[in-house]
């Protein structure tokens, strides 16, 4: 759907006349990312993390490609490529350090996109394929940063694709099989490091190929907004060039300030040490812990300690582990309320907020021993996760009384402008006419 | 009703977590891990002040050379530094022919294949070769102290927690069991093929005492070889053979986050500059 | 309902000649980011030139003093043959008696080798034709019609001095960049 007032795209010069004709990308970028896209007024910061996003995955596939071309996959050799990248190869240091901290900072930004998307409702009709899109990209993600965690053949790489492949051994009857297929043999060894090399390399691509359905799954009804109502009129919404090519712009400056600090000053900050110690089969290091950005999950894997109606506690931690992030899948239909955004749904949002910090503690818990009290408080917080996405949310979409909505975004834009402005209106460049 | 699919899903998973709650309440699974010997006695390491902390760290390449001359003199005759060539000392501040004086005396030499019968044997080291180790293999390895492998140092201050301070606490904290942990916990006391340090993980080390005595190495420069010396110089050069590009990271650091900072502001700037006037 | 008007900046702004005076801090960005985009690819594209490993290894010393005259050694050097050879004096005697204005790429002996020091030989063991590694350095290995070495995959033959004298090859064996660090010691590169 485009909205009706978009600036068309019209070539002026013979040359862009001559490519309009034969290949429109000029035209395609025009009414994708151009003047021609138009785009609600109001966004606020948290727009900005579809497209830091886009850029921490190029970020990846251009410092992945680069750190191939001096890395070897094979078990005897790997751990020394690597170190071979950090000393020898001119500014490897920097390229290894710069896609290491890229992993974590592409999912610092995707949790905050997933946040916007859970609370502004972007989830909801009509958009219900570009959040099913954005949930296998986040699978994609996922599998791909587990892969390439293994690649420099630590001890935490090593010991971390053998918990994670053990998982599949707690499926009944095909567990076992599916597991040593997927490892190629009975542990993590040379068969499983040089697949795991293959698929790291393939995935990006393929997370690649799943934005760009992404991205166009949006352009058809336009980005959700901070109010969750629909553009009606001209004035609901600003062209994306140059509104948010610029305000993305200073989002990028500001994403890059934080990325080199860390990438420069505080390389290792979520670094695990026992990765500097070559993968050893013989000896398990005192406490396995998979990146920060898994810690929920393994928590909730974690937390299933006991058998239950006949399923064994590690098939349960496993299947839930699994379900936490297939839940998502449904949430488009599990909420049923017709408001979007968490700002008009005061019941909704303070539910909202628990989520927040409950997968917060589940975080925490993940980094945590196996132990008391961590292992009630991961049971307590696992609750929670379930119960709010597949109790409280049904329920909640169903009884909840929203506040009264806006009958635009321009006027929510001009209540908001008023609470602001003293008095001059004049000077605030937005005034109010009488109807004729 | 679309209602209780998830909720019925919810509930399993509730209800399975209440389960092992309950389960684990009447099984004395609630009780807070016991107290261990390893819990109640292990030290954090203690504060290491060294040049290259900090942001704006730089290394100091005379404490770097003491460093290696500890390593040379009471280290390297257990533990290998693979990952560092002698060539690379250069980045310390030795010059080409030093480099070549301190590969050739060195007292482990490259296995080699000799030209005419292909018998392998050794010879003196050249600056591209690499501090291998006295060991040709890891059961030599254990063999040689009492099961215990001596580990490689190249990353010994990345891969531990605690880094540098960990090395240099470690180093200097052999000390006698503490009467309270003999009497609470008497197994926790090593054998005779281990010494108490409790800045280790387990309390107990396979390393015996590494730093004797004050003046155990005789520093070039005169500076004064106290234990508390020497351990650390020998965590600053371990620093450096763990990140021997550390002070490019940081020049270079430095020089991007400025550059970061102005280009923010400018495109902060450009961006209002857009909106103005557009409400929003 | 009322109707929103947008304050128009650009035209309030423009100077007289109709030009946006505050252009300049988007063509500032701009330029920033441009800078920072050139800065970056820079360690991008350094990274394929040869790490400190290899550059490390670009010079190699190697012991002749086992080499009698009228033998020859091959050794490697940055990954390539190297042919070092110790010519005898009627070998150079005949190399020097051909005059250097009839070959095809004319080089004296003295032009190839160190002064004071014409017996010995360094080339590259790499024909100049198509790159394959010629004969005659090896014991009991072809020299070739000239006494020097043969390349038998398309026929070269180079004399003592290593100069192409018949065959496809256009230029003599290549001779490295090398030093005498003592008498029996050469350093290659």
Same mark, same amino acid.
């Given at each position: 759907?485009?909205?009706?007032?978009?600036?068309?795209?019209?070539?002026?010069?013979?040359?862009?006349?001559?490519?309009?004709?034969?290949?429109?990308?000029?035209?395609?970028?025009?009414?994708?990312?151009?003047?021609?896209?138009?785009?609600?007024?109001?966004?606020?910061?948290?727009?900005?993390?579809?497209?830091?996003?886009?850029?921490?995955?190029?970020?990846?596939?251009?410092?992945?490609?680069?750190?191939?071309?001096?890395?070897?996959?094979?078990?005897?050799?790997?751990?020394?490529?690597?170190?071979?990248?950090?000393?020898?190869?001119?500014?490897?240091?920097?390229?290894?350090?710069?896609?290491?901290?890229?992993?974590?900072?592409?999912?610092?930004?995707?949790?905050?996109?997933?946040?916007?998307?859970?609370?502004?409702?972007?989830?909801?009709?009509?958009?219900?394929?570009?959040?099913?899109?954005?949930?296998?990209?986040?699978?994609?993600?996922?599998?791909?940063?587990?892969?390439?965690?293994?690649? %420099?053949?630590?001890?935490?790489?090593?010991?971390?694709?053998?918990?994670?492949?053990?998982?599949?051994?707690?499926?009944?009857?095909?567990?076992?099989?599916?597991?040593?297929?997927?490892?190629?043999?009975?542990?993590?060894?040379?068969?499983?490091?040089?697949?795991?090399?293959?698929?790291?390399?393939?995935?990006?691509?393929?997370? /690649?190929?799943?934005?760009? /359905?992404?991205?166009?799954?949006?352009?058809?009804?336009?980005?959700?907004?901070?109010?969750?109502?629909?553009?009606?009129?001209?004035?609901?919404?600003?062209?994306?060039?140059?509104?948010?090519?610029?305000?993305?712009?200073?989002?990028?400056?500001?994403?890059?300030?934080?990325?080199?600090?860390?990438?420069?000053?505080? %390389?290792?900050?979520?670094?695990?040490?026992?990765?500097?110690?070559?993968?050893?089969?013989?000896?398990?290091?005192?406490?396995?812990? %998979?990146?920060?950005?898994?810690?929920?999950?393994?928590?909730?894997?974690?937390?299933?300690?006991?058998?239950?109606?006949?399923?064994?506690?590690?098939?349960?931690?496993?299947?839930?582990?699994?379900?936490?992030?297939?839940? /998502?899948?449904?949430?488009?239909?599990?909420?049923?309320?017709?408001?979007?955004?968490?700002?008009?749904?005061?019941?909704?949002?303070?539910?909202?907020?628990?989520?927040?910090?409950?997968?917060?503690?589940?975080?925490?818990?993940?980094?945590?021993?196996?132990?008391?009290?961590?292992?009630?408080?991961?049971?307590?917080?696992?609750?929670?996760?379930?119960?709010?996405?597949?109790?409280?949310?049904?329920?909640?979409?169903?009884?909840?009384?929203?506040?009264? /909505?806006?009958?635009?975004?321009?006027?929510?834009?001009?209540?908001?402008?008023?609470?602001?402005?003293?008095?001059?209106?004049?000077?605030?460049?937005?005034?109010?006419?009488?109807?004729? | 009703?679309?209602?209780?699919?998830?909720?019925?899903?919810?509930?399993?998973?509730?209800?399975?977590?209440?389960?092992?709650?309950?389960?684990?309440?009447?099984?004395?699974?609630?009780?807070?891990?016991?107290?261990?010997?390893?819990?109640?006695?292990?030290?954090?390491?203690?504060?290491?002040?060294?040049?290259?902390? @900090?942001?704006? @760290?730089?290394?100091?390449?005379?404490?770097?050379?003491?460093?290696?001359?500890?390593?040379?003199?009471?280290?390297?005759?257990?533990?290998?530094?693979?990952?560092?060539?002698?060539?690379?000392?250069?980045?310390?501040?030795?010059?080409?022919?030093?480099?070549?004086?301190?590969?050739?005396?060195?007292?482990?030499?490259?296995?080699?294949?000799?030209?005419?019968?292909?018998?392998?044997?050794?010879?003196?080291?050249?600056?591209?070769?690499?501090?291998?180790?006295?060991?040709?293999?890891?059961?030599?390895?254990?063999?040689?102290?009492? @099961?215990?492998?001596?580990?490689?140092?190249?990353?010994?201050?990345?891969?531990?927690?605690?880094?540098?301070?960990?090395?240099?606490?470690?180093?200097?904290?052999?000390?006698?069991?503490?009467?309270?942990?003999?009497?609470?916990?008497?197994?926790?006391?090593?054998?005779?093929?281990?010494?108490?340090?409790?800045?280790?993980?387990?309390?107990?080390?396979?390393?015996?005492?590494?730093?004797?005595?004050?003046?155990?190495?005789?520093?070039?420069?005169?500076?004064?070889?106290?234990?508390?010396?020497?351990?650390?110089?020998?965590?600053?050069?371990?620093?450096?053979?763990?990140?021997?590009?550390?002070?490019?990271?940081?020049?270079?650091?430095?020089?991007?986050?400025?550059?970061?900072?102005?280009?923010?502001?400018?495109?902060?700037?450009?961006?209002?500059?857009?909106?103005?006037?557009?409400?929003? | 309902?009322?109707?929103?008007?947008?304050?128009?900046?650009?035209?309030?702004?423009?100077?007289?000649?109709?030009?946006?005076?505050?252009?300049?801090?988007?063509?500032?960005?701009?330029?920033?980011?441009?800078?920072?985009?050139?800065?970056?690819?820079?360690?991008?594209?350094?990274?394929?030139? *040869?790490?400190?490993?290899?550059?490390?290894?670009?010079?190699?010393?190697?012991?002749?003093?086992?080499?009698?005259?009228?033998?020859?050694?091959?050794?490697?050097?940055?990954?390539?043959?190297?042919?070092?050879?110790?010519?005898?004096?009627?070998?150079?005697?005949?190399?020097?008696?051909? *005059?250097?204005?009839?070959?095809?790429?004319?080089?004296?002996?003295?032009?190839?080798?160190?002064?004071?020091?014409?017996?010995?030989?360094?080339?590259?063991?790499?024909?100049?034709?198509?790159?394959?590694?010629?004969?005659?350095?090896?014991?009991?290995?072809?020299?070739?019609?000239?006494?020097?070495?043969?390349? *038998?995959?398309?026929?070269?033959?180079?004399?003592?001095?290593?100069?192409?004298?018949?065959?496809?090859?256009?230029?003599?064996?290549?001779?490295?960049?090398?030093?005498?660090?003592?008498?029996?010691?050469?350093?290659?590169?």
């Amino acid at each position: 759907m485009s909205f009706p007032w978009a600036k068309h795209y019209e070539p002026k010069s013979d040359f862009t006349k001559w490519i309009d004709a034969r290949l429109p990308l000029p035209r395609l970028i025009h009414g994708a990312v151009g003047a021609g896209y138009p785009v609600p007024r109001n966004l606020n910061y948290f727009w900005n993390f579809g497209f830091l996003a886009g850029l921490a995955l190029m970020i990846q596939i251009v410092s992945g490609i680069v750190l191939a071309m001096h890395y070897a996959a094979n078990g005897g050799v790997a751990f020394d490529s690597v170190e071979h990248i950090m000393r020898d190869v001119n500014s490897g240091w920097f390229i290894r350090y710069a896609h290491a901290t890229g992993a974590s900072f592409f999912f610092i930004v995707i949790y905050v996109h997933i946040f916007r998307g859970l609370y502004f409702g972007s989830y909801k009709a009509p958009r219900e394929m570009i959040w099913l899109l954005g949930v296998l990209i986040f699978l994609l993600m996922m599998a791909t940063a587990f892969m390439g965690y293994v690649l %420099p053949w630590g001890q935490m790489s090593f010991w971390g694709a053998r918990v994670i492949t053990g998982f599949f051994s707690a499926i009944p009857l095909v567990g076992e099989p599916i597991r040593q297929w997927l490892l190629g043999g009975f542990a993590p060894d040379d068969a499983a490091l040089n697949r795991f090399f293959s698929l790291h390399y393939l995935l990006p691509f393929a997370i /690649l190929g799943v934005v760009i /359905l992404h991205v166009w799954a949006l352009h058809i009804p336009g980005s959700n907004n901070p109010t969750g109502i629909d553009v009606k009129e001209e004035q609901d919404t600003v062209p994306f060039h140059p509104y948010y090519t610029a305000k993305d712009g200073f989002g990028v400056a500001v994403y890059l300030t934080f990325f080199a600090i860390v990438v420069f000053f505080m %390389p290792n900050i979520v670094a695990s040490p026992d990765n500097y110690i070559p993968a050893n089969p013989m000896s398990t290091p005192a406490h396995i812990e %998979p990146e920060w950005y898994f810690w929920p999950f393994y928590a909730i894997l974690r937390a299933f300690t006991a058998n239950a109606f006949g399923v064994p506690a590690k098939l349960w931690g496993v299947i839930a582990m699994f379900a936490s992030i297939a839940l /998502l899948f449904f949430l488009p239909w599990i909420d049923t309320s017709p408001v979007r955004s968490g700002n008009y749904r005061p019941l909704f949002k303070k539910f909202f907020w628990i989520l927040v910090v409950d997968i917060l503690i589940l975080g925490w818990m993940g980094k945590s021993p196996a132990e008391q009290p961590y292992v009630i408080i991961s049971q307590l917080a696992a609750i929670y996760y379930f119960a709010h996405f597949l109790i409280i949310l049904p329920i909640v979409s169903r009884i909840e009384r929203p506040l009264p /909505l806006p009958m635009s975004i321009t006027e929510s834009v001009l209540a908001k402008h008023a609470a602001q402005v003293n008095t001059a209106p004049a000077l605030t460049g937005l005034s109010v006419q009488p109807a004729e | 009703m679309r209602i209780l699919a998830p909720m019925a899903v919810g509930a399993a998973f509730v209800l399975a977590l209440l389960w092992a709650i309950i389960t684990a309440a009447f099984t004395g699974g609630m009780a807070l891990p016991e107290m261990t010997a390893t819990r109640m006695f292990h030290k954090e390491p203690r504060e290491l002040s060294l040049p290259s902390n @900090g942001p704006f @760290g730089k290394f100091d390449r005379q404490q770097l050379q003491r460093g290696f001359q500890v390593y040379k003199e009471v280290c390297s005759s257990c533990h290998s530094l693979r990952l560092v060539t002698f060539a690379d000392l250069r980045g310390i501040g030795y010059n080409e022919a030093e480099v070549k004086a301190i590969a050739k005396s060195w007292q482990v030499q490259q296995p080699s294949i000799s030209d005419k019968t292909g018998e392998v044997n050794s010879r003196p080291d050249i600056p591209s070769d690499h501090f291998y180790g006295p060991y040709p293999n890891e059961t030599a390895g254990r063999a040689a102290n009492n @099961g215990a492998l001596p580990p490689d140092f190249s990353l010994i201050t990345k891969a531990r927690e605690g880094g540098a301070a960990y090395v240099y606490s470690l180093v200097t904290g052999y000390q006698d069991v503490p009467a309270e942990q003999r009497a609470k916990f008497p197994d926790s006391v090593p054998d005779n093929k281990h010494y108490y340090n409790p800045y280790f993980a387990n309390l107990n080390i396979a390393m015996p005492p590494p730093l004797k005595a004050d003046g155990q190495v005789t520093y070039k420069d005169g500076t004064p070889a106290t234990k508390e010396q020497m351990a650390k110089d020998v965590a600053a050069f371990l620093t450096w053979t763990a990140e021997p590009k550390l002070e490019n990271r940081h020049t270079a650091g430095l020089a991007a986050v400025i550059f970061l900072l102005i280009f923010s502001t400018l495109a902060y700037l450009s961006y209002r500059e857009v909106w103005h006037g557009k409400e929003h | 309902m009322a109707t929103v008007e947008t304050f128009d900046a650009p035209e309030s702004l423009a100077g007289a000649d109709g030009v946006r005076r505050r252009d300049f801090i988007h063509v500032a960005a701009l330029s920033f980011a441009g800078a920072g985009a050139v800065a970056v690819v820079l360690p991008l594209v350094n990274q394929m030139n *040869p790490s400190a490993d290899v550059l490390a290894q670009a010079s190699t010393e190697v012991d002749v003093s086992a080499i009698k005259p009228g033998m020859a050694i091959k050794t490697m050097w940055r990954k390539q043959p190297v042919f070092i050879r110790n010519l005898t004096a009627q070998e150079i005697a005949k190399v020097n008696a051909t *005059p250097t204005a009839s070959l095809r790429d004319p080089q004296s002996l003295a032009d190839r080798t160190k002064a004071g020091k014409l017996n010995w030989l360094v080339t590259m063991g790499v024909c100049t034709h198509l790159g394959c590694v010629p004969l005659g350095a090896g014991a009991g290995e072809d020299r070739g019609p000239f006494g020097g070495y043969f390349c *038998p995959c398309h026929g070269s033959a180079y004399d003592a001095a290593g100069r192409i004298m018949k065959g496809p090859a256009p230029k003599n064996l290549e001779v490295p960049e090398y030093a005498f660090k003592s008498d029996t010691v050469i350093q290659i590169g």
